[in-house]
């Protein structure tokens, strides 16, 4: 099947789409796709209804944490039926390694004010928790009105801050990930699935 690409196995996780001949080398990194692309969607569309039952009437700002949000911080928008102000803050926790270092720079931060406004943090991920824990803290300082979270990951038993994360889309086991968003090296954002890279993937960039 030419320009296809055909995610292996387990079998009700095959993900198929036309690809252009030179990205579908690329995808070919992928060991398993972890969340489908119609699952993330699906779970976009949910948390996407109780945001906005939840802020119904209220004065709604989405902050998303670059770079890893801005696709799901994209689709998430577009669920929530309410007028919805965006700003984006940029922060580092990882290099191009695949282990948190604990260490959180704000490397862009807010263009507007957050005093008074109903603030709705995006995060793509919450491994550590080391990052949140930080932007949250950073945040609160800003005295919103409130401040609440919505992450499409968590993974699972590694948290070393106890976090409350009022939206949550998926737990995930304690591996790395890559895809929507989620990046190994700054490559892989754009996959619309979640996946685990082979181990050659890792040796390839250096
Ligand atoms: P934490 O501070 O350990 O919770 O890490 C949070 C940040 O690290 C996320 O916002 C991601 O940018 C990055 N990160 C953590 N785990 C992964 C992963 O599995 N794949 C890609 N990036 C990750
Ligand atoms: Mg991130």
Redesign the pocket.
């Known amino acids: 099947m030419e320009g296809r690409v055909a995610l292996s196995e387990p079998q009700d996780l095959i993900v198929a789409m036309d690809v252009p001949a030179d990205t579908a080398e690329y995808e070919r990194n992928i060991e398993h796709v972890l969340i489908t692309a119609e699952e993330i969607q699906g779970t976009l569309r949910n948390l996407g209804a109780q945001i906005t039952h939840d802020y119904e009437g209220r004065d709604l700002l989405l902050v998303g944490?670059?770079?890893?949000?801005f696709v799901m911080m994209a689709d998430l928008a577009r669920h929530i039926h309410l007028p919805v102000d965006f700003d984006f803050m940029a922060?580092a926790?990882?290099g191009v390694a695949t282990r948190t270092s604990g260490v959180v720079r704000i490397l862009k931060d807010l263009d507007h004010d957050i005093e008074g406004r109903d603030v709705l943090l995006v995060?793509?991920?919450v491994d550590s928790g080391l990052?949140l824990n930080y932007v949250l803290k950073n945040l609160r300082g800003r005295r919103p009105a409130s401040l609440e979270v919505c992450a499409l990951l968590q993974k699972s038993g590694i948290q070393r801050v106890a976090l409350d994360i009022r939206y949550k889309g998926f737990e995930i086991p304690p591996e790395f990930v890559v895809g929507y968003?989620?990046d190994f090296a700054e490559k892989y954002r754009n996959l619309p699935y979640i996946g685990t890279l082979k181990p050659e993937a890792y040796r390839d960039i250096s």
């Open positions: 944490v670059l770079k890893g949000a922060v926790s990882y995060e793509d991920i990052t968003g989620l």
